[in-house]
């Protein structure tokens, strides 16, 4: 089924975005996005992961971490894709630290018995989109999974420029 997509709510999005990115906290420039979404995609039924979007946020998943079994809250998650929010993707430590979460994440999903196969992970600061899907695990038997077993390989990407 073909959605209404407002290319006019899309542009005020970005034109939001842009001057959210790098000056403001995750919270508000996934928060900004979130409220978007349901305008840029309008209509009833509204498409499925727009809905999932907005009520699957803030989910906890256990995966491992230095030996420990730890708990960690994914910003979204929309049935196997674990999405993870950074405030700004051009900033190098934020990009490498979101990467680790989206590892964990990923593995978290593995942990709940999530086909590996299917689970994607999402890394974005809204403008900027990088798609991962696991690409191996190399979880002993009986173990907690974590970011240090699975290999995550880049399959797409979308990065909006100022």
Not at 76 to 85: H, S
Not at 110 to 122: A, C, M, P, Q
Request: proline share 3%; hydrophobic share 35%.
């Amino acid at each position: 089924m073909l959605h209404k997509f407002e290319s006019a709510v899309a542009r005020e999005f970005i034109t939001s975005a842009l001057g959210l990115i790098g000056r403001s906290n995750e919270t508000v420039v996934r928060d900004n996005f979130t409220a978007h979404l349901p305008r840029i995609f309008p209509g009833s039924p509204s498409p499925w992961w727009v809905g999932y979007h907005v009520t699957g946020a803030e989910r906890n998943l256990q995966f491992a971490r230095g030996g420990d079994v730890v708990s960690g809250f994914v910003d979204n998650l929309v049935g196997l894709t674990v999405i993870e929010y950074e405030k700004n993707l051009s900033d190098r430590s934020l990009l490498i630290h979101g990467m680790e979460q989206v590892g964990e994440y990923c593995a978290g999903l593995i942990n709940k018995g999530g086909d590996r196969g299917r689970i994607i992970g999402v890394l974005s600061d809204t403008l900027r989109w990088r798609a991962y899907r696991i690409s191996s695990v190399t979880k002993p038997d009986g173990a907690v999974c974590g970011r240090d077993h699975i290999k995550l390989e880049e399959i797409d990407s979308l990065n909006r420029r100022r």
